[in-house]
């Protein structure tokens, strides 16, 4: 009987010792987490925001805050609506040789993308081809210098961080169903031709300063405006809500997507 409780305890300590162990690794803390950018970023289109985030329209249900939980991390987030590339120069005053991640997502306003599809939308006989093409030409000319200052900032402020550059999806499928936004079939495929150039300048500046991009294009695949399953808003009351992802899009679009990137284990795990 001693032998026998003697093997029980031993067991016993063992088992607790490495309960005890992997718990402590589960549960350690995360480094801090900055996320920086713009209306994407800050949870538009979701519809709930946090009462004193003004209008920068930061909400519970953007993928940031999802992701901190996920990582284990504080949260600092100054991700705001209508943010371009100086904007996000000036979220930068948190980051420091502590940070631990960073993510960031800016350019769709630098190129105008808003007033673009808001062109866009109008009947006939407006059109937005030259809007479309000014926002094309400032995308390959002078997006990029822009970007390459803002990430040198960031690596320069965070030398230590995972820094993951978060891009845009496409909008459109090719069908018509907001009647009050005429968006031609041709024009949503201009429009999407515009993201892919977006996601394409953005992920090479991004690569040539060893961030990580997230490219969330594919993910949206067959949840665009218009599709069965929206993970996009089309023109929406109030307007600002429009052509932004909905909680569905940051939750099962953006946030696993962004987690792997910086190395958050699996929601499932």
Not at 28 to 43: F, K, R, W
Not at 199 to 214: D, K, S, Y
Not at 236 to 254: C, D, F, I, K
């Amino acid at each position: 009987m001693r032998i026998r409780s003697l093997r029980l305890s031993v067991i016993t300590s063992a088992v607790t010792l490495l309960c005890l162990t992997g718990t402590g690794q589960a549960q350690a803390a995360a480094g801090p987490y900055t996320a920086l950018g713009d209306s994407y970023s800050s949870g538009v289109g979701t519809r709930t925001y946090y009462s004193d985030s003004g209008s920068c329209y930061r909400g519970p249900q953007a993928f940031p805050v999802q992701v901190a939980a996920r990582l284990g991390a504080p949260l600092t987030f100054v991700a705001c609506s209508g943010a371009k590339v100086p904007d996000v120069l000036n979220q930068l005053g948190g980051l420091n040789t502590s940070t631990a991640f960073v993510t960031v997502s800016v350019g769709g306003n630098d190129a105008g993308f808003a007033d673009v599809i808001t062109r866009c939308a109008l009947p006939w006989p407006w059109t937005c081809t030259t809007q479309i093409n000014n926002a094309n030409n400032y995308i390959r000319n002078t997006l990029p210098g822009a970007l390459d200052n803002l990430y040198t900032q960031i690596r320069a402020k965070a030398p230590n961080a995972t820094v993951a550059v978060v891009g845009y999806p496409r909008l459109f499928n090719g069908q018509e169903c907001n009647a009050l936004a005429r968006i031609s079939p041709s024009e949503q495929t201009a429009l999407n031709n515009t993201a892919d150039l977006l996601a394409t300048t953005i992920g090479g500046r991004a690569a040539a300063h060893g961030f990580r991009f997230v490219d969330v294009r594919t993910a949206f695949t067959g949840h665009a405006v218009c599709d069965n399953v929206e993970w996009l808003n089309g023109l929406s009351n109030p307007v600002l809500e429009s052509y932004h992802p909905n909680p569905a899009g940051q939750t099962a679009g953006y946030t696993p997507l962004v987690a792997s990137a910086l190395g958050a284990v699996p929601a499932q795990a």
